[in-house]
């Protein structure tokens, strides 16, 4: 079976960096993209930033110049460096991935179980 698994979430002031980390595990075939959501508190979920298999990147407006996407494929993980973070970006975020295992044809969604973000002085 195909799990996601994110880690690096937590504390940090305002100002501050955060990497966050994603790896698919399983019998993978293909991974067609991966992708990373957030949701506030009060707040519906969003797209952050996106990476397909071409290596082609989305950004939300919000993040970008301060969020960066990539991806290591052999390793099937998808990374998010954050920087200069603000309280508005206090947030669970997690990773979704449309992939392909090798028991089935058809591509399904996948996603983790999400991480929290707190950025706070």
């Known amino acids: 079976q195909v799990q996601l698994v994110e880690s690096g979430g937590g504390l940090v002031q305002p100002g501050g960096s955060l990497r966050l980390s994603c790896a698919a595990s399983?019998?993978?075939?293909?991974?067609?993209?991966m992708r990373w959501y957030r949701q506030a508190p009060g707040k519906q979920r969003e797209l952050v930033a996106n990476?397909?298999?071409?290596?082609?990147?989305w950004y939300r407006d919000s993040v970008k110049g301060r969020f960066f996407i990539s991806r290591d494929t052999a390793k099937n993980t998808v990374y998010l460096q954050m920087t200069s973070l603000n309280p508005a970006d206090t947030a669970v975020y997690t990773c979704?991935?449309?992939?392909?295992?090798?028991?089935?044809?058809?591509?399904?969604?996948?996603w983790g179980q999400g991480t929290q973000v707190t950025v706070s002085s």
């Open positions: 979704n991935a449309q992939i392909v295992a090798v028991r089935f044809r058809a591509a399904n969604d996948y």
């Open positions: 399983g019998s993978i075939f293909s991974i067609n993209y």
């Open positions: 990476i397909i298999s071409d290596g082609i990147t």
